[in-house]
């Protein structure tokens, strides 16, 4: 199968630089309007999609971010690999802000977003006990740091569903408590669903801030975050340019089988199952209904 990276881009990062062909394209999804139009081209002559979460001009909150459209969007267009890129508030001293950090696990604190793309008349079970592809997050550990970041490999990520950042009590419980890693309010559901739309996943969680545990640092503040985002989206840029090379032409089969996890994870009988929902899922479940 040929290769063909999808980009997520978080806060502060909305387009990306040096694609050949470069063209932004309007991908029609029975999930609703994506985010925004999608950045298409070839790096190193791999095809490349690009698109910001949050739409150019920073549209959609991260509620409102339609989730399923864009993980729905990106494997229309044929992309195999889905690399996330976000802003994220740190727990830990040592994981300070400019630094990325290459998401091993996640803790959902999410609850008012869509979170599946099965339901009544198609319902499929999905394993997320490990939801990101440790192959992908070796390319982003490298090529993070050959743009000269300081990258942690590792950490969990706790996404909150804001908009407002956390309360000090419910910082401390997620560092303290729950050993989270870092935060931010867009990586769920957006991992659980590529996980369904059976395509490979990772997350640069890039930081902003301490979130509000710290006590030299205080409350998070906006504008600290958004003096910060400016040099995290150029060094992010910088490790996507280098994201081709290292994930190759060819994308053999992944070796986690994260784009089989829907092999058995099907329920509903084949005479139960509602044509308008499956009708839906052709780019997503296509393969296995
Ligand atoms: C700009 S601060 C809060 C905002 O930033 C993060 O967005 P993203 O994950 O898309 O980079 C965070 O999750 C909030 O949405
Ligand atoms: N402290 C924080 N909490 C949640 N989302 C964030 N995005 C950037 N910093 C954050």
């Known amino acids: 199968m040929k290769t063909k990276i999808g980009i997520i881009g978080g806060s502060g990062l909305y387009d990306i630089d040096g694609l ?5 394209v309007d991908v029609d999804s029975p999930w609703g309007a994506p985010s925004d139009a999608i950045l298409t081209g070839t790096l190193d002559g791999i095809e490349m999609a690009f698109l910001p979460r949050h739409g150019r001009g920073h549209v959609h909150s991260p509620s409102t971010v339609p989730y399923r459209a864009n993980i729905d969007a990106l494997k229309r267009l044929g992309c195999t690999d889905v690399i996330s890129v976000s802003a994220c508030g740190s727990f830990r001293e040592d994981m300070a802000p400019g630094d990325f950090v290459v998401v091993s696990d996640f803790i959902d604190r999410t609850f008012a977003r869509e979170k599946s793309f099965f339901g009544t008349g198609c319902v499929a079970h999905v394993s997320v006990a490990h939801p990101v592809c440790p192959r992908l997050g070796d390319a982003c550990e490298t090529a993070g740091k050959a743009a000269g970041v300081t990258v942690h490999r590792g950490g969990t990520y706790l996404a909150m569903e804001g908009p407002q950042f956390s309360s000090f009590a419910e910082s401390k419980l997620y ?4 050993s989270c890693d870092v935060i931010g309010m867009t990586n769920m559901p957006e991992a659980k ?17 301490y979130d509000s545990w710290h006590p030299d640092h205080g409350s998070v503040d906006i504008s600290d975050i958004i003096k910060t985002l400016g040099a995290n989206s ?17 994308r053999e089969d992944c070796p986690h089988g994260c784009d089989r996890a829907l092999e058995h994870a099907i329920m509903t009988a084949p005479d139960a199952r509602d044509p308008a929902l499956l009708a839906k899922l052709d780019a997503v479940a296509g393969r296995v209904l």
């Open 20 to 24: 050949q062909g470069a063209a932004w």
């Open 175 to 178: 560092r303290e408590v729950w």
């Open 193 to 209: 669903l590529a996980r369904e739309a059976e395509l490979c996943y990772a997350s640069v969680a890039m930081i902003t801030d």
């Open 234 to 250: 150029n060094a992010a840029k910088a490790m996507v340019a280098g994201l081709p090379a290292l994930l190759g032409a060819v």
